[in-house]
């Protein structure tokens, strides 16, 4: 069985009785997180993308576990030069691990701002 948990933002852990992995690991300094990255014991870390947000502490995880950390080509790179084990992927490109198969999809990401002042006409004021 296979069981999919919520750690915060956009971290989440998926794990059977073969295979353990986190999703962008934002642990140590999120304040809605329900975990440390000391407790996380993993094989793998998938991260989507760069931002702090997101890669959070998985290059202290992946020391940690001797976890592989699987990201888009230039992330996993910087993730090797801090001393990770990792494998890069490609936008597009796909793998068959041994938890199962995986393919990197573009994303668009982006910040949403909230204007202070809201008119009924939607125009601004």
């Known amino acids: 069985m296979v069981a999919v948990t919520f750690h915060g933002h ?3 852990t998926i794990s059977s009785s073969k ?3 986190i999703i962008d690991p ?3 300094d999120n304040p809605l997180s329900d975990i440390k990255p000391e407790q996380v014991k993993v094989d793998y870390i998938l991260v989507t993308h760069g931002h702090g947000d997101h890669l959070g502490d ?3 995880i992946a020391k940690a576990n001797d976890a592989t950390i699987i990201a888009p080509y230039e992330l996993a790179t910087y993730c090797q030069s801090k001393g990770a084990k990792v ?3 490609h936008i ?3 793998y068959t691990f041994d938890f199962g198969w995986l393919q990197l999809t573009p994303a668009m990401h982006g910040k949403l701002r909230f204007a202070t ?3 009924p ?3 601004k004021p």
């Open 10 to 12: 956009a971290c989440f």
């Open 121 to 123: 006409s939607g125009r």
């Open 117 to 119: 002042r809201l008119s």
């Open 58 to 60: 998985a290059i202290e």
């Open 19 to 21: 295979f353990n992995l």
């Open 87 to 89: 494998h890069p992927m």
């Open 26 to 28: 934002w642990l140590k």
């Open 92 to 94: 597009g490109g796909d």
